[in-house]
């Protein structure tokens, strides 16, 4: 169990709907980052927040977004969906306080997005 | 260019040999991380091991190697007495930059399958 929390495991929507999904990250980790795994495209990174702002940009869509809250954890919206947006969606986090230079990005069980 | 290849999409090992799993990167930043990531058929990301670009021995944790050489820009994972539970996917990833919170390149992947 890596710590960090993901929910809901999984999900099916249909086509043009909006759906949220929902990250804690380990205790005391102030930076949360998204991935999206998908087949053809491979494990990408989305958009990272640290300690409640954007840090950094990845191969996000226009049609997503996300936001890191006062008590750390986060959310990442996904709106007019496409069936090309199904896939794992990955939060991991990293970096607490007091561990000094902490590298390792630790994964949560994902959330597997299914659009019908 | 592709920052992190890894050429093999398939390796075979038999329980209780020893495999060595390949990654080349590449960056221009002389401060970066390496990190391999196990992926089992239940989705999670489970972190395995991680290596500086100014640590100077090799990364050992457990069962786990990296053998890095850093003239040749590869950071090949090696997995000493493949156990059954070894059979998964394998992810080399890079880190640039000095920061704790830098995000994370993955390469494409290697599927391990160890037989009785």
């Known amino acids: 169990d890596s710590g960090v929390t993901q929910t809901p495991k999984h999900l099916i929507t249909a086509t043009g709907q909006r759906v949220t999904l929902r990250c804690s990250p380990r205790s005391g980790d102030l930076s949360v980052y998204w991935y999206q795994q998908s087949l053809d495209q491979g494990l990408q990174f989305l958009i990272q927040?640290?300690?409640?702002?954007?840090?950094a940009k990845g191969n996000i869509l226009e049609r997503f977004s996300a936001q890191q809250f006062p008590d750390l954890h986060s959310e990442l919206n996904l709106s007019s969906l496409e069936l090309g947006d199904s896939a794992l969606y990955f939060c991991?986090?990293?970096?607490?306080?007091?561990?000094?230079?902490?590298?390792?990005?630790?994964f949560g069980p994902g959330t597997r997005l299914t659009v019908t | 260019a592709q920052k992190i290849t890894q050429t093999q999409p398939g390796m075979f090992v038999q329980e209780k040999e020893a495999v060595t799993l390949d990654c080349t990167y590449d960056?221009?930043?002389?401060?970066?991380?390496l990190f391999w990531y196990k992926q089992p058929s239940s989705g999670e990301m489970i972190f395995l091991i991680y290596q500086g670009s100014y640590d100077q021995q090799n990364a050992t944790e457990g069962r786990y190697s990296l053998n890095f050489q850093k003239a040749r820009k590869s950071a090949n994972l090696v997995i000493s007495a493949s156990q059954l539970g070894d059979s998964a996917m394998y992810f080399c990833a890079m880190r640039e930059g000095s920061s704790g919170y830098s995000t994370l390149t993955f390469g494409k992947g290697t599927m391990l399958l160890v037989s009785p």
């Open positions: 960056t221009s930043d002389p401060s970066y991380g």
């Open positions: 991991a986090s990293s970096g607490g306080v007091g561990q000094g230079a902490s590298y390792e990005q630790y």
């Open positions: 927040y640290y300690n409640g702002e954007e840090r």
